[in-house]
């Protein structure tokens, strides 16, 4: 009971965010956060206000015929990757999947190279962003920010190395509006390399499934395990928002830590609602994870001695990556542990994560006296 009031206390306290027409024109904007007062728009009169944009592409002029060809979108979709030249071939079949299902595509280069993607005869359709060894987190907080996504259904945040054979976009989609999933992602073959949580892997005998049995390892799932790995979890390889789903995830990307490692375990608290009914796998449509790190470059290659070595001063381009990655993490989890002490209003509407805390107070105290 305590967890519905504390959704509905959530829910009122987000419609309420704003008054008069502030609330309708800027449904994304926080004045308290971004530190801008909305005071500045008063020299404006309210129906020249245009509070959303897209990344569909305009062209310089229209002709007749150009108008002619021009249908309204019964809906959109966004489909964002990042990319490297080396994974060019997969990220066509990639792309060539999602085309015929109303997607807009929008290219991440994070190694520079955007010549080697002109002969692609949908690449003069797509949106390019340049910027050298960034990652997705990265892109993803300074171009797609929810005043921009605005217009788009689902989101599609994926990596470059994920294998579609026997992915279907239009199916997929389907699946997740019939279920009411929020966030959401495909399932993995089980042969794909890289896998993390079991509850990623694919179930053959299910269309999607919410939640992961399994009695091994530190991790215990069973029908009383109420959060992530064991349900209301998707890992951030292949991550699909609805529209509000990404308004708040959008929000919960740290600025500047770019790995976005520890963010998986905390979508859950995006789902809109209970986490353990709309957050899904989708099993029928299931995806191969390559595990092909190019972010950054290749590893530094072994070399013959020990005097090369030091010559050369080679670097673990993957291991240095690793290394930030945890230290990311660690400061990542701490910025959630400060902002739930700090923020007295804040109700946790998960019963389970609130009884986790409690206990470490519990014992936190007991090794006090």
């Keep these: 009971m305590k967890a519905s009031t504390s959704w509905r206390w959530l829910a009122k306290k987000r419609h309420f965010l704003f008054d008069g027409v502030e609330s309708k024109l800027l449904p994304f904007y926080k004045p308290k956060v971004s530190g801008v007062s909305t005071s500045g728009l008063n020299g404006l009169p309210r129906g020249i206000i245009e509070p959303r944009s897209d990344l569909e ?70 949106v390019h962003i340049v910027a050298h060894n960034q990652t997705k987190w990265w892109f993803a907080k300074r171009f797609l920010h929810p005043s921009v996504m605005s217009i788009y259904d689902y989101i599609f945040l994926w990596d470059e190395d994920l294998g579609v054979q026997n992915f279907h976009p239009g199916r997929y989609l389907e699946i997740v509006k019939s279920e009411g999933l929020e966030i959401s992602q495909p ?72 790995h976005g490692w520890g963010m998986d375990m905390k979508l859950g608290y995006c789902a809109q609602g209970d986490r353990t009914k709309k957050v899904g796998v989708v099993d029928s449509e299931y995806i191969v994870h390559q595990s092909i790190q190019t972010l950054g470059g290749q590893s530094a290659r072994k070399v013959s001695n020990i005097e090369q070595t030091v010559k050369s001063r080679t670097v ?49 105290l007991y090794s006090e006296v």
Aim: aromatic share 10%; hydrophobic share 30%; glycine share 4%.
């Design 187 to 258: 399932a993995l073959d089980p042969n794909s390399t890289g896998i993390h949580h079991r509850i990623t892997i694919r179930k053959r005998t299910k269309i999607f499934h919410r939640r992961v049995y399994d009695a091994r390892g530190s991790t215990k799932c069973s029908d009383d395990s109420e959060g992530p790995p064991c349900t209301g979890f998707v890992e951030g390889m292949a991550p699909v928002f609805s529209r509000s789903a990404w308004h708040c995830a959008w929000n919960l990307i740290q600025n500047d830590l770019v």
């Design 57 to 126: 592409l305009r062209p310089l002029w229209t002709t007749s015929s150009s108008k002619s060809k021009i249908r309204p979108r019964s809906s959109s979709y966004l489909l964002a990757m990042p990319v490297g030249i080396k994974q060019k071939q997969n990220v066509d079949t990639i792309v060539r999947k999602f085309l015929p299902e109303n997607f807009t595509i929008i290219l991440f280069h994070y190694d520079g190279n955007l010549d080697g993607w002109r002969d692609l005869e949908w690449s003069k359709g797509a």
């Design 316 to 364: 673990d381009v993957r291991s240095e990556i690793r290394r930030q990655s945890t230290i990311e993490l660690k400061k990542f989890k701490e910025r959630w542990e400060r902002a739930v002490k700090e923020d007295k209003k804040w109700v946790d509407p998960f019963p389970s994560t609130r009884k986790r805390k409690l206990r470490r107070e519990r014992k936190w």
